[in-house]
């Protein structure tokens, strides 16, 4: 069932006088429950596409639909609320709040949102713990090692209940063990929750834990490569 | 998708911003340290500006005639001998009757010219009741030869030492009065100096004849006045309160309604002082907005400096679903904790010493031997700082909306960045 359904998105800007084609007709569906990878090299349009796709971004042609919503006609205001309670975000770096602590971060989204004090307390310890940082949840992210800010900050998509979690280059500042380490993470957490991640990379480690891997180049889609492998290992577990 | 809407809760916006507030703590705690010793400053400035200024006042209301005065219609305008309250016996009881709580001084003022055979100089002859009045109790002890008058001395004035120099005259010495009547003749009355002072106010020292109301009664009988009704020129009215000066003028005016008398607060009764009073105000407003300014930047470089180191982290929430107007609440609560700090600090910091100064005082006696006379009246040489409720409050506001609007700019630049802007930082 789709969940994201991405047609004609163009996204072009000026620099200078020269023209720059970021995205370029790129149509695109993803279902539920996916876990998918946008990889190319530097420039291939990666971050450019997941901003579009997260509202982060208006393109300059085509639509996006997240389960009915078109993301390109919302408004500013009705855009913050759409990722407020929609998306979950994981960026490369600097992902938290600094002046709160691992649990006030990722309760902070669900704050936001509206939940009572015992419900999002309950649901931060939850996925604190499922990425294992009890011990480290109090701890502010100054006292934090950069994996254990990264799954800080996957605790806080996934805690708030989005239906697509967008991770722009997750594993880029990591070192191999916590790159792996937060991936098995991710990947364990999208098959419990049934939640559909989209993550851009050009981490071979990344690559190979994906389901699904849509290579980009210049803006278009070269390739979009479902990896059946993974299906059935999914199955298994 | 669902029309569910994301909320910033106060208790959220105000331990972010409290938080944010002491990211930098050497940089807020300067900000603070010179926010509160600027307002510190102007605090002390302004209460002593008050406290010289109130000085002025209560001695130029003792000096001369009162917090009201109640006078014949047109005297202030313009004063002459023949002007006075003929029925002074009645105006007495009627004033008497309201039980102001105070106290209501019978005077007689005339424009004379006193004499002796050395010189001629012209003069303001205050008939008082000697051991009663205000002016005796404030320049008795000021007397530098002689001796105070006493009650019942028809005869007796005291004189400053500028006129005593003028008239070359001593103490025990004879003075004519002379003052002209309406119908163009002169009129004279001889005295004798029973003292003299030195007020160190050259107004006062050079001009002012003091003498027993009977002395100055006898010329209001030469201009026709009845003595049985016991003719006075005004009646200077002291408030215990002189926050009450508005509703007893009122008071005094409804009782008096009807009679050929009318009852002026000090501010009309003194329209140069006020306005000198409110020059000198201006000065140190003019301070004040120095001060503001400083405070403004202050503030200002604070804010803006944490709002510009913090793009980046002001893109991620937008991207999680901050608004835009949730991102500009959260900036100006950070500015409000600074400000509501700053504006405690201030108060902790001028307000300590607020106390301190309203109890010892400044002593300026050094700094102005020449003596302190200004504008008729004189200010005491050791200044106490004193602020108003009022005043207190004035401040509190001026110094607390500028610092609030100082963070205006840093706000409106934070929430202007687009979430992929501020994330490409």
């Known amino acids: 069932m789709a969940l994201l359904t991405l047609a004609g998105i163009c996204k072009y800007y000026r620099q200078g006088s020269h023209e720059v084609r970021a995205l370029h007709g790129i149509d695109l569906v993803v279902d539920k429950g996916e876990f998918a990878a946008l990889v190319g090299p530097s420039g291939s349009g990666k971050t450019t596409l997941l901003n579009v796709i997260g509202g982060l971004d208006t393109p300059s042609a085509g639509s996006a639909r997240l389960d009915g919503t078109e993301i390109t006609r919302l408004g500013e205001s009705a855009l913050s609320d759409f990722r407020l309670f929609e998306l979950g975000f994981v960026f490369q770096a600097y992902n938290l709040v600094p002046v709160l602590s691992a649990l006030e971060n990722v309760e902070l989204v669900m704050v936001l949102q509206g939940r009572s004090a015992a419900d999002r307390r309950r649901r931060a310890e939850h996925y604190l713990h499922l990425v294992g940082l009890d011990e480290a949840m109090h701890r502010r992210p100054s006292a934090l090692s950069g994996g254990q800010q990264q799954r800080v900050a996957v605790a806080r998509a996934l805690a708030a209940g989005p239906r697509l979690v967008l991770a722009d280059e997750p594993t880029a500042n990591l070192d191999s063990e916590n790159a792996t380490a937060l991936l098995d993470i991710m990947h364990s957490l999208s098959h419990q929750d049934e939640t559909t991640f989209i993550f851009s990379t050009h981490d071979p480690r990344v690559m190979e834990r994906a389901e699904r891997i849509i290579t980009l180049r210049d803006g278009t889609i070269e390739s979009d490569e479902r990896l059946e492998r993974h299906h059935s290992q999914r199955a298994a577990s | ?425």
């Open chain 2, 1 to 425: 998708m669902s029309a569910r809407h994301g909320r910033l809760p106060v208790a959220t916006l105000a331990m972010l911003a409290w938080r944010n507030l002491w990211r930098n703590r050497r940089r807020t705690l300067i900000t603070l340290t010179t926010i509160a010793f600027g307002f510190g400053l102007s605090v002390l400035l302004i209460g002593l500006n008050d406290g010289g200024h109130n000085s002025m006042i209560r001695n130029a209301i003792n000096m001369g005639e009162g917090h009201l005065t109640v006078q014949p219609p047109g005297y202030l305008e313009s004063p002459a001998n023949h002007r006075y309250l003929a029925d002074g016996a009645r105006l007495s009881s009627l004033l008497g009757a309201l039980a102001v709580a105070g106290g209501i001084e019978p005077r007689i003022s005339l424009q004379v010219l006193a004499s002796t055979a050395h010189n001629s100089v012209g003069a303001g002859l205050e008939g008082i009741v000697p051991r009663g009045d205000s002016r005796a109790r404030m320049l008795e002890p000021a007397l530098v030869g002689g001796e105070w008058l006493e009650e019942g001395d028809a005869r007796g004035i005291v004189i400053g030492d500028g006129m005593a120099r003028k008239l070359k005259v001593p103490v025990g010495g004879k003075v004519v009065l002379m003052a002209g009547e309406r119908g163009g003749d002169t009129q004279a009355q001889l005295a004798r100096v029973r003292g003299i002072f030195d007020s160190r106010v050259d107004e006062l020292d050079d001009f002012l004849i003091l003498g027993d109301l009977e002395l100055a009664r006898r010329f209001l009988v030469g201009e026709g006045a009845d003595p049985e009704r016991e003719p006075v020129t005004r009646f200077a009215v002291f408030l215990d309160d002189p926050d009450s000066v508005t509703y007893w003028k009122r008071a005094v005016s409804s009782a008096l309604a009807g009679e050929s008398a009318v009852a002026l607060d000090w501010r009309e009764m003194m329209p140069q002082l006020v306005q000198f009073i409110a020059v000198d105000d201006a000065g140190a407003y003019v301070f004040l907005v120095l001060v503001l300014i400083m405070v403004v930047f202050g503030i200002l470089n604070t804010v803006l400096m944490s709002v510009l180191e913090r793009t980046r982290e002001f893109g991620l929430l937008r991207a999680l679903g901050l608004g835009r107007r949730q991102l500009l609440m959260l900036v100006c609560c950070e500015t409000l904790a600074l400000s509501v700090l700053a504006v405690v600090t201030g108060w902790v910091v001028g307000g300590g010493a607020h106390w301190w100064l309203s109890r010892h005082g400044v002593d300026f006696s050094a700094l102005i031997s020449g003596g302190t006379a200004i504008m008729g009246t004189f200010m005491d040489p050791v200044v106490y700082t004193e602020l108003s409720a009022g005043r207190v409050w004035q401040l509190t506001v001026i110094v607390f909306v500028a610092t609030l609007a100082s963070g205006i700019y840093p706000a409106l630049k934070a929430v202007r960045v687009t979430p992929v802007q501020a994330l490409r930082t």
